[in-house]
């Protein structure tokens, strides 16, 4: 057996002994239901209340599909072409490191006051969340990328507007993906950390309202649903990320590889 | 014949400078280079590493401005990349990892929006020059480095370009595969009779394969001399053990060292 094999059996018997944990700690009294409901507790809130569960779950996923489009396609349009322009770098990318490093969400009471409570204040929050780290990614992505791919389509006679088209983007879709993860993961946080600070529907509302209740099993039914969100988040990059592992490996072994000599 | 296709594939440079200017502190790179490559010919560039060789190729190619000097391909100045007059083959990894063979040897025509079939048919021509032509479907990663190389030829060629720049497109190989990608390459010359300026740091290599080399000295690069190599055609590998040869190689050796 691979220590690959071995270590993934391992963390396999972890996830189940924490799901056990989860139904045993309650129902032995070592931790309060309030705490941390059983989870057949959990399940049946969640299928109890699957209505309920599934129409907030759509104002989440649509408010965060949106966020995604902002975060993820504003972050790697801008990236690129603050990777790509040195005077553009110069001039924001110190702006952008410094807004990154501001805890965004101080900022989130403004956001209601101009947007509303409703889905726009959630959702330009967490298009902002989630932008800045894509941007910031894709940006150091394309100034990581070999020059030489740049030359060798000048010399083919590549315009700029094809070089950034057909060089910059293919050669940093492998950057870009990771910053992608980052990035959509903030967003999808950025929408529950939102929806359970001000709102009126939304998975964020709910783990909001049921806490006020004390209603711990629909608690956590809800963050189980933005677990499943974030995880099937995960993957989708992930699988992404596999279709181009082939030749990715190529990309870092060229860059490794001395350039021309006597340049 | 008429005037247009005797320039065809001619290079002519007249007294290029290039004075490398960072931090406030210039340095001359180029001096006082002129040269003329007749069309058709084969022609190699050796000098000392930092001689300014591959930056005289990449002025031809258009990549770089010179600071002053002219250079003319084919009768016309070079004031930018022009694929379809001057094919270019760099030392490596200038192929696109995420493009198959195929792909990246159509990459120079899809940029000129060349029809999709009629790209195709170039594309695997131009593989099958190098021959190539079973490998279209593979990508980079899963080519040798002496395919990669051949892809690169491929893609150089594959609009017909009557000159060739080929800057150490060896040097990152092993020995024997860079022999055989010589004569690969001659095979290739003799078939497109194209004219090649080869840049290359290897004596050996030069004399083999070409009818001239030019001399250059260290920085700042001046061309030191003209040498003709007389070596009957077609170049075997045996010609490498000849007097003819060694003493060839010992006035190369001779003007680098000084």
Redo the contacts between chains.
């Keep these: 057996m691979s220590v690959e094999q071995r270590a993934r059996i391992a963390r396999y018997c972890l996830v189940g002994a924490l799901v056990v944990l989860w139904e045993l700690l309650p129902r032995l009294g070592v931790v309060p239901e309030l705490f941390l409901p059983p989870l057949s507790r959990t399940l049946q809130a969640l299928v109890g209340s699957a209505d309920e569960f599934a129409s907030h779950l759509g104002v989440t996923l649509y408010e965060t599909l949106i966020s995604l489009v902002f975060a993820c396609g504003g972050g790697i349009v801008f990236g690129l072409i603050l990777g790509a322009s040195a005077a553009m770098r110069g001039l924001m990318l110190p702006i952008m490191s410094g807004l990154f490093a501001v805890p965004l969400v101080v900022l989130y009471p403004l956001f209601t006051a101009w947007f509303g409570i409703g889905e726009e204040s959630k959702i330009v929050f967490a298009s902002v969340y989630g932008f800045l780290p894509t941007l910031l990614g894709t940006a150091a992505g394309v100034q990581t990328i070999?020059r030489?791919?740049i030359?060798?389509?000048?010399?083919?006679?590549?315009?700029p507007f094809?070089q950034i088209v057909?060089?910059y983007v293919?050669?940093t879709?492998p950057t870009v993906l990771s910053s992608l993860r980052l990035g959509g993961a903030l967003a999808i946080v950025g929408v529950v950390v939102a929806e359970m600070l001000t709102s009126t529907a939304g998975i964020g509302f709910l783990i909001s309202k049921y806490r006020t209740l004390l209603d711990s099993p629909h608690v956590f039914a809800a963050i189980l649903l933005v677990l499943f969100l974030a995880i099937t988040f995960d993957l989708m990059v992930q699988s992404l990320e596999r279709r181009?592992l082939?030749?990715?490996?190529?990309?870092r072994s060229?860059e490794l590889?001395?350039?021309?000599?006597?340049? | 014949m008429t005037i247009d296709s005797a320039h065809q594939g001619a290079v002519e440079v007249s007294d290029l400078n290039h004075v490398y200017g960072a931090n406030g502190q210039t340095r001359k790179v180029l001096d006082g280079i002129s040269l003329k490559v007749e069309s058709g010919k084969f022609v190699s560039i050796v000098g000392p590493?930092?001689?300014?060789?591959?930056?005289l190729l990449?002025m031809l190619?258009?990549?770089t401005r010179p600071t002053s000097g002219a250079i003319r391909a084919s009768g016309k100045p070079v004031d930018k990349?022009?694929?379809?007059r001057i094919g270019?083959v760099?030392?490596?990894?200038?192929l696109?990892?995420?493009l198959s063979a195929r792909d990246n040897v159509e990459?120079?025509l899809s940029?000129?929006g060349v029809d999709k079939a009629v790209r195709r048919d170039k594309a695997m021509d131009a593989l099958a020059l190098v021959g190539l032509e079973a490998f279209a479907e593979n990508?980079?990663?899963e080519l040798s480095g002496g395919m990669k190389q051949r892809v690169s030829i491929a893609?150089g060629l594959v609009q017909d370009p009557p000159i060739l720049l080929m800057?150490?497109p060896f040097?990152?190989l092993d020995e024997q595969t860079r022999i055989s990608m010589g004569d690969e390459l001659l095979r290739i010359w003799d078939k497109t009779r194209k004219t090649v300026i080869f840049v290359t740091?290897g004596l050996s290599e030069a004399i083999y394969l070409s009818d001239e080399v030019l001399v250059m000295s260290g920085r700042p690069g001046r061309l030191l001399d003209r040498v003709e190599i007389d070596l009957p055609r077609p170049r075997n590998l045996e010609m490498m053990s000849t007097p003819r040869f060694a003493e060839l190689r010992e006035l190369l050796w001779q003007q680098i060292k000084s």
């Excluded at chain 1, 082939?246 to 990309?251: A, I, M, N, T, Y």
């Excluded at chain 2, 590493?49 to 930056?55: I, N």
Aim: hydrophobic share 35%.
């Design positions: 070999d030489h791919l030359t060798v389509a000048r010399s083919m006679g590549a315009t094809q057909r060089v293919p050669a879709i181009t082939g030749w990715r490996r190529s990309l060229n590889a001395p350039s021309g000599a006597g340049h | 590493s930092g001689c300014g060789k591959s930056s990449m190619a258009g990549l990349p022009d694929p379809q270019v760099f030392q490596d990894a200038s696109y990892p995420w990459f120079p940029l000129r990508f980079p990663h893609r800057d150490e040097a990152a740091h």
